[in-house]
């Protein structure tokens, strides 16, 4: 299956009366734009506001960020399942608006976008133009229906800006293609599959969250993925974050190092399992071993890469799959991390199992708790006053409150060394 990226690179980006895109410029149709999310009765309001690279700016109560991306006519649906009818993900043309993103925001007390100050260096979106969409729901909504309207609005957006671009020349193509577990095996090349956590029963999916096309994951095994549906909007970010993002499942930092590899010829990347951490010992064994059971019998995999999503009993479970599938001589490597573990900074007190079989372990948590002073900026894009007064007034930030510097996904920018 292969998938083409039609990329249109955005070097500056304006609120004003139309949609369109001149050379690298975007200028959003503020009430167009809108006038289209307003259709969703759960919104009583929406309002935008457009934060530049090189601003002393600060972004506060981060929900979820994407990249605006739409298809091609004829070539799928956007987001499907979630804000589209569902359709297979992954194959055909997408249009991807490189170089922004849509920020929307929710709760005033969540994480932030540090466009200045120390924290700039390692906050992978302070280089970024971000539209910022602020939704906000009637005040009468349960709040699972409150999450959905924020989430939908970010999504709609997402892909309305991204149709600025169809009938445009791309400034630069990338292809992604696989095929699968059917490619012949070739001598000296391993067969390499990748293993994600896409939600925890740590938090209980709420019945309209949409996570795996539309999806709340409730009553979900592990299924197969082909790699290109995690970058073409099959797998959404949980609401309850979690050091995950839409944006890095768009543009996801290990599948797209495998791809590279595979075009060195170094690696043949087979496919992917999307599980879940259980919620009990039940869940977490049969979790466990399907997950362990497709790689091994599904993808015919003999080496593969796992992550998580959530705190220690999924940190816990995917070191158990590891386990499982170097007993079935699968060689694995496992990312340990962020969000709650390793208060003291050290990697003995992040392991939470010890398998000897399973001992090429990525640590990537270190910085989590690390903190660095707040930048002194001159404007805040928050959901409220009240927020921005808040979020104006801080003074020191820890690497976990800074949206994308700890990375379920592998995207972080800051390490931890042992000395």
């Known amino acids: 299956m292969r998938l083409t990226l039609f990329v249109h690179p955005i070097t500056d980006l304006r609120l004003g009366g139309e949609t369109r895109i001149e050379g690298a410029a975007l200028t959003v149709g503020e009430e167009e734009l809108r006038g289209a999310l307003l259709q969703d009765g759960r919104l009583e309001s929406v309002s935008f506001e457009v934060v530049r690279p090189g601003e002393h700016a600060r972004i506060g109560g981060v929900f979820d960020v994407i990249e ?40 005033p007390s969540g994480s932030v976008i540090e466009m200045a100050g120390p924290w700039a260096e390692w906050c992978p979106f302070s280089a970024l133009h971000h539209l910022v969409v602020i939704p906000r729901p009637r005040p009468d909504l349960p709040r699972h229906m409150a999450l959905n309207a924020r989430k939908q609005a970010g999504l709609r957006a997402a892909a309305y800006l991204a149709r600025a671009s169809l009938g445009l020349p791309p400034a630069d193509t990338e292809m992604y293609e696989s095929d699968g577990p059917s490619q012949p095996r070739v001598e000296g090349v391993p067969r390499v599959a990748y293993i994600a956590q896409v939600h925890s029963r740590q938090f209980v999916a709420e019945v309209d969250e949409q996570i795996v096309y539309g999806h709340n994951t409730t009553g979900m095994v592990p299924v197969v993925l082909h790699p290109n549906e995690w970058l073409d909007g099959a797998v959404l970010a949980p609401n309850a974050g979690l050091n995950v993002l839409t944006y890095h ?42 997950a362990a059971e497709l790689t091994k019998w599904a993808l015919g995999a003999d080496a593969a890469v796992l992550t998580k999503t959530g705190g220690g009993a999924p940190h816990a479970d995917m070191g158990y799959t590891a386990k499982l599938l170097e007993d079935m001589g699968v060689k694995t490597a496992v990312m340990v991390g962020p969000p709650n573990l390793s208060p003291e900074r050290t990697v003995e007190s992040s392991t939470l199992f010890n398998y000897p079989e399973v001992d090429a372990i990525v640590f990537n948590s270190g910085g989590a708790y690390f903190e660095l002073p707040a930048a002194r900026v001159e404007r805040v894009v928050a959901p409220s006053p009240e927020a921005a007064e808040t979020f104006f007034g801080l003074e020191k930030l820890a690497a976990s409150r800074v949206t994308g510097v700890t990375s379920q996904q592998g995207a972080q920018r800051l390490r931890a060394l042992v000395y």
């Open 68 to 107: 605006p991306r739409a298809k091609q006519p004829g070539d799928g649906y956007d987001f499907p399942g979630a804000i589209s009818p569902m359709a297979l993900a992954g194959r055909g043309t997408t249009h991807v608006l490189r170089g922004m993103t849509v920020a929307v925001l929710g709760e």
């Open 249 to 290: 499942y768009q543009n996801h930092p290990i599948l797209t190092e495998l791809y590279r590899w595979q075009e060195e010829g170094r690696v043949a990347l087979v496919g992917t399992i999307a599980t879940m951490a259980g919620g009990d010992n039940f869940d977490r064994d049969l979790n466990c071993t399907l």
